[in-house]
């Protein structure tokens, strides 16, 4: 039975838990031993989108998904709600493993997974609030010129055009959206934004109406060759995916596998007409700027600015606990960087603050894989960029499970496999290194107008960029 303190635990993670309709019900947990064709742990995004392919092209399958919370609890609930094209992963290491056609053959699928996304909304019904009104990284200070001009230039080098990137001059900038000290801004058409939480729980009755059964509230203790362990049973499965992300040093064999990194969020209140009027952002561009430590932020559809960055502290021996999804130094450095972007705010209010933990990989590189020998499947890493690429990583596994060679299964992501972390202290003073590093650096271009390019190279060693 789920009480009065249930509901509102799982509605503080964020506003957007907070804003579903309809109460907050766990589905039943997992009470007995089962045996499934395939069991998926975890039911976020990429546990969900490998459901919901692999029923989708085999309605005769049996697929479990075994979750700790409800559907949609950890980032797939909580992140900023870009459905971007970015993958975590530097694309020259990329082409020097496998080549620079793979390295953009990648890119190419991730532009084409930010269509997918809306496609499959649509074509379920899912109102996830999907706009693609595109990203814009803006430029506030000269050091951030200089930074993003270069990203676009490294755009034009891999050979992606107008029609994927380009920079625009303050005026043109302004047009979309106006950001006080603009100086310019790099514009890509291949994001959308989205209601995070409606996305998770849409896709979650997706795969219920197609025949899968989700088991909330069963917390899985080990994952083995085709066997799941759990609170409330045993579950045996030809095919087992791991698709836990940020928790996934909760199980013990995958401790280093994957680090919980915190990223933050505050969300205003609705804004009034007179807000948009002086600042724009008519087709609801998601946005960035050029700063180092990484800000990012959307106009919902009720006409709030939910806010997000990095900052927080990485926690000792990679623990997630509720308590370290808020961090008020983080909210007041969130809340002074937003204010400086848009003066109109005036004394507008905060109305939510929330966080949680998003997955690392030692070489900030995402991957995909399933070893048909042990029947186990894994895919995450995503560092905060897993909206659209989960949907391809479970297009992907699906494909690797139903024993397919397609071009998804050729990319270069498959089969990655990242060096594991450090043990303790070591990553603990290395994590929160590059935390305070990029932090430093800031402060530094802030100062002095110019680009911290030695600081920069050493953030990207440690960081795998």
Do not use: K
Request: aromatic content about 8%.
């Amino acid at each position: 039975m789920v009480t009065g303190n249930d509901e509102e635990r799982y509605r503080s993670r964020s506003l957007w838990l907070d804003a579903l309709p309809g109460p907050l019900m766990p589905r039943p947990a997992l009470d007995r031993d089962l045996d499934v064709d395939v069991a998926v742990v975890g039911a976020g995004y990429t546990g969900l989108w490998t459901t919901y392919e692999l029923v989708r092209r085999d309605p005769t399958l049996r697929v479990a998904i075994l979750e700790a919370e409800i559907a949609g609890f950890g980032a797939s609930g909580r992140n900023g709600g870009w459905c971007s094209a970015l993958f975590a992963g530097s694309r020259e290491a990329t082409a020097a493993r496998h080549g620079r056609e793979a390295a953009i053959a990648l890119q190419r699928a991730m532009f084409d997974t930010v269509e997918e996304v809306g496609a499959l909304c649509a074509a379920e019904g899912i109102d996830a609030h999907y706009h693609r009104g595109g990203t814009l990284q803006v430029a506030t200070s000269p050091a951030h010129v200089e930074r993003i001009r270069a990203r676009v230039a490294h755009e034009r080098a891999w050979g992606f055009g107008d029609d994927d990137m380009r920079w625009l001059e303050p005026a043109e900038a302004a047009a979309r959206l106006r950001v006080a000290s603009c100086l310019g801004a790099a514009y890509t058409p291949h994001c959308a934004r989205v209601h995070p939480a409606r996305l998770a729980r849409g896709l979650a009755e997706a795969v219920e109406r197609r025949g899968a059964t989700i088991y909330e509230g069963t917390t899985v203790t080990e994952i083995t060759p085709r066997r799941v362990r759990t609170s409330g049973g045993t579950v045996r499965a030809e095919a087992v995916v791991r698709a836990t992300e940020g928790y996934t040093a909760r199980l013990h064999d995958h401790h280093r596998d994957l680090i919980p990194v915190y990223s933050l969020m505050i969300a205003t209140e609705p804004l009034p007409a007179d807000f948009f009027a002086e600042v724009g952002w008519d087709d609801c561009e998601t946005f960035s700027d050029g700063r180092h430590l990484l800000v990012y932020g959307q106009r919902t559809a009720d006409d709030r600015i939910a806010f997000g960055g990095r900052g927080a502290p990485y926690h000792f021996g990679s623990q997630v606990r509720d308590a370290f999804d808020r961090d008020d130094r983080v909210f007041a450095d969130l809340l002074q960087v937003l204010r400086s972007l848009f003066p109109a705010l005036g004394t507008a209010r905060i109305t939510h603050v929330w966080g949680g933990p998003l997955g690392v990989a030692r070489d900030w590189y995402s991957s995909v894989a399933f070893d048909p020998a042990t029947g186990l499947g894994r895919a995450g890493g995503y560092v905060g960029d897993g909206v659209a690429t989960a949907n391809l990583a479970g297009r992907t596994l699906a494909d690797l499970i139903l024993g397919l060679d397609t071009e998804l299964t050729r990319l270069p992501w498959v089969g990655h496999r990242s060096p594991r972390w450090e043990p303790e202290p070591l990553r603990w003073a290395g994590v929160n290194l590059a935390i305070g590093l990029t932090g430093a650096l800031d402060r530094w271009e802030a100062r002095t107008g110019r680009p911290a390019v030695r600081g920069a190279r050493l953030l990207a060693r440690l960081t795998g960029d």
